[in-house]
């Protein structure tokens, strides 16, 4: 069972674009949401994490989008930078807080 | 900055033999974790400790994993009898208590474990 889908599966921008990658779920005790960055032969590094009882999280030029009624949310990154190519896993969490992941976004922003 | 460290970075071993991972936690984090990573595809959750015993296990941990936390520092994955399929990258995970930060799970950088 596919707990927590992802799209799309890759996406290329221009320095200074918008990247935006989705995310849905199907369990609904989840309520924890992080969003992790994984540069290649490394491990996931937490970038943003987000709780269903805020509609929106900003950290710089990572925003965090969560719409519990249609169990989605949402990664935007703004100005996007040659820095920020990576893939990209949104997760999510419940009681115990083991993730489950989506399958990944490839970013790669051209300069 | 603490961080999870893990060794060795890579392993390669011959089918059948057994091995073990190896993860130095954050200090005073309380929950662990091991999740594996074959290449190219998502994180796979394996397998959460706390208090010394395992809080929950997927379908992937079976009989030939084992964990343990063997002091204060080390947490330990064991894979009794390695498959060609073990071939992952193994990743290590740690979280303290609940609170502001406490839900962060903090990764290390993984073993690339390679079975021929």
């Known amino acids: 069972q596919q707990q927590v889908k992802q799209s799309p599966q890759s996406l290329i921008v221009q320095k200074g674009g918008i990247s935006i990658i989705n995310c849905a779920y199907e369990?609904?005790?989840?309520?924890?949401f992080p969003w992790y960055q994984q540069f290649p032969g490394k491990g996931p590094a937490l970038l943003i994490a987000?709780?269903?009882?805020?509609s929106e999280k900003k950290e710089g030029r990572f925003t965090i989008s969560f719409n519990k009624s249609a169990k989605q949310f949402s990664l935007h990154i703004m100005d996007s930078q040659p820095g920020d190519s990576a893939t990209y896993f949104c997760?999510?969490?419940?009681?115990?807080?083991?993730?489950?992941f989506g399958a990944g976004t490839t970013v790669t922003v051209r300069a | 900055e603490p961080e999870v460290t893990q060794t060795p970075s890579h392993q390669v071993t011959q089918m059948g033999q057994e091995v073990i991972l190896r993860c130095v936690p954050i200090?005073?984090?309380?929950?662990f974790y091991w999740y594996r990573q074959i290449l190219g595809q998502k994180v796979e959750f394996l397998v959460s400790?706390?208090?010394?015993?395992?809080?929950?296990k997927s379908e992937i941990f079976d009989d030939q994993f084992s964990v343990e936390r063997p002091d204060g520092s080390n947490f330990t994955l064991k894979i009794r009898s390695t498959k060609l399929e073990d071939s992952a990258m193994y990743f290590c995970?740690?979280?303290?208590?609940?609170?502001?930060?406490?839900?962060?799970?903090?990764f290390g950088p993984g073993t690339r474990l390679t079975v021929l």
């Open positions: 200090s005073n984090h309380l929950y």
């Open positions: 400790f706390y208090n010394n015993e395992i809080s929950e």
């Open positions: 369990n609904t005790a989840f309520d924890y």
């Open positions: 987000i709780r269903p009882d805020v």
């Open positions: 997760a999510a969490g419940a009681n115990d807080y083991k993730l489950s």
């Open positions: 995970a740690s979280r303290g208590v609940p609170g502001l930060a406490g839900y962060e799970q903090f």
